[in-house]
């Protein structure tokens, strides 16, 4: 960021010429241009007047200049003032191997999740035995200044220092969204556009040989921009909007690939907080460019619940856009692995008695193993950037009439990216819980909870039934985990552990009584004769 206090940028655009008579008057509203109207182009002529009260509104001005056969020129220049370096100071969070010869030299950037005013490192928690074990780089960058409050009270020396100032605190924010409440975290202090330069900027400090850069000893073969939920919208956001900029790509490319998690479809990523809730057109809620090779892995609930399946992508090796989707079957936004278990032995949140729990009412919170899907879903990323050879396509969630998640007999969803878990079932996978009213903090009167589902287990008498012996049992899994290595959706090193998790939930169940909602083993032997 620039050090000077005042900064000027003019933007000029040509378009078709503008007779000289009609030049006063073309900011006046509802008038148009006399040659328009003869060819019978549509329009209002509230366009310019619109524009005009927004450069207005900034302090800025804009000129039109138009020469009859030539064509005409909208100037906009817009002078504002920046923060110095002081004044900005973002944080990043770098976990690296302490021997710097076992690294990989794949650097994968996560887009930090800020929703709930607080810092999740969702894609760290879900692909870190995999980062770990291969020697990758992890980079964790703050992408939202509403997490600087929590962070100052958790340790006021270490981030007390941290400041996104709002280099146009003057500027009031619209009726329209002050009567939206712009997702509870509107504040003038502090300035969410910042973050697009940032981010562009420790891409190109990782990738460069600075003193500042904290992984430059390391080898650094390529870049790799990750994000869950909300953050994984920022991807979509970054893609189209800035990464093909000049100023941003630098001749290059700022990253070598992406992968998405959890992106919310239905949520328009804003380019500041002055657009915030703004209605976007829905292609800034999905990939529209890649030539890095892209991959969009979601689960159950983004499908279904939150709408993916509306502006779904099909998979495609088009040099301008390398994309691969992967429909998690099974899993909820949020499991008990990454939202309860991988924090149960944090001593700061034992501390100050933060730890999160599974609010539903259900037997169980949904405990899918997405994270074993996810350490493939990095490999085949890595694999596509280094040799070209794009990854597996694999088949999308099956959706009904009312855009819901279609199940089958065992009342799983059908279709998507499946383990032995969902072929060789023991129980149901659900992508929503029942809750109290008041405990979703997006809609205080819903009794479901969306984000994070339940799991509910076959009576020990149905898993015998199907499956005979826990050694019966075991060897199915097996050869289905041993396919879904060979396809690259499961990592060699994991085939085990998958296996495992399968095999000892199905003992634990067929030694248990569960409370079931299912139908009796013989009305769903019916059903799946019926089905045939």
């Known amino acids: 960021f620039s050090s000077r206090r005042r900064h000027t940028r003019s933007s000029s655009d040509w378009s078709s010429d ?42 800025g001005t804009i000129d039109v200049e138009s020469e009859l056969g030539a064509g005409t020129i909208t100037t906009i220049c817009l002078t504002f003032e920046l923060p110095t370096e002081e004044q900005l100071a973002n944080r990043i969070i770098v976990r690296a191997p302490q021997d710097t010869a076992k690294c990989s030299g794949n650097v994968v950037v996560e887009i930090i999740n800020p929703t709930s005013f607080m810092e ?29 409050a929590k962070m100052v009270e958790f340790d006021e020396k270490r981030y007390g220092r941290l400041s996104w100032a709002n280099p146009t605190p003057d500027v009031p924010f619209s009726e329209r969204l002050q009567a939206t409440g712009g997702l509870g975290d509107l504040n003038h202090d502090y300035e969410t556009g910042l973050f697009w330069d940032m ?24 870049v790799y921009l990750t994000g869950w939920s909300q953050s994984g919208s920022y991807l979509f956001r970054y893609l189209n909007s800035f990464a093909y900029r000049p100023d941003a790509a630098r001749g290059a490319r700022v990253f070598d690939g992406y992968l998405s998690g959890g992106g919310v479809h239905s949520l328009g990523i804003p380019v500041n907080q002055y657009e915030t809730m703004a209605p976007y057109h829905y292609s800034l809620t999905r990939v529209e460019k890649a030539r890095e090779p892209f991959i969009a892995v979601q689960t159950e609930s983004e499908n279904g619940r939150m709408e993916a399946w509306r502006i779904a992508q099909p998979d495609s090796d088009d040099p301008e856009f390398l994309f691969r989707q992967y429909d998690m079957t099974g899993a909820s936004h ?25 609010m539903g009412k259900n037997e169980e919170g949904n405990d899918y193993p997405s994270q074993i899907l996810f350490a493939a879903a990095f490999r085949n990323l ?65 009794e479901k909870e969306g984000l994070f589902g339940y799991q509910q287990a076959f009576s020990k008498e149905m898993i015998k039934e199907l499956y005979g012996t826990l ?3 075991r060897e199915m899994a097996e050869k289905n985990t041993k396919e879904q290595v060979t396809k690259g959706f499961v990592c060699r090193e994991d085939a085990a552990e998958l296996v495992e998790i399968a095999v000892q ?22 059903r799946l004769l019926l089905e045939k």
């Open 120 to 148: 999740i490192d969702r894609m760290w928690i879900l692909g870190w035995k995999k980062f770990v074990r291969d020697g990758d780089i992890y980079v964790g960058i703050t992408s939202k200044p509403n997490t600087i």
């Open 334 to 358: 949020d499991t008990s692995y990454s939202y309860v278990d991988y924090y149960q032995n944090d001593p700061d949140l034992v501390r100050i008695n933060h730890l999160p729990f599974y």
């Open 199 to 222: 981010l562009t900027d420790l891409a190109w400090l990782l990738r460069g040989e600075e003193e500042q850069n904290p992984i430059r000893e390391y080898k650094r073969e390529y």
């Open 18 to 59: 503008v007779c000289s008579s009609d030049l006063p008057r073309i900011f006046e509203e509802f008038t148009r241009e006399h040659s328009s109207t003869e060819s019978h182009i549509t329009g209002t002529g509230l366009g310019l007047p619109i524009v005009k009260s927004l450069v207005n509104l900034m302090g």
């Open 382 to 446: 890595f694999t596509w950037v280094r040799t070209g050879a794009a990854p597996a396509h694999c088949d999308r969630i099956a959706i009904d009439s009312n855009g819901e998640n279609k199940k089958d007999a065992f009342g799983n969803t059908i279709g998507g990216l499946r383990t032995c878990l969902l072929d060789y079932p023991t129980g149901r996978y659900s992508n929503t819980s029942d809750i109290e009213k008041g405990q979703n903090f997006l809609d205080p009167e819903s």
């Open 471 to 473: 050694a019966h049992y």
């Open 505 to 526: 939930l199905a003992k634990k169940r067929r030694s248990e009584e569960h409370t079931s909602e299912l139908q009796s083993l013989e009305d769903l032997v019916c």
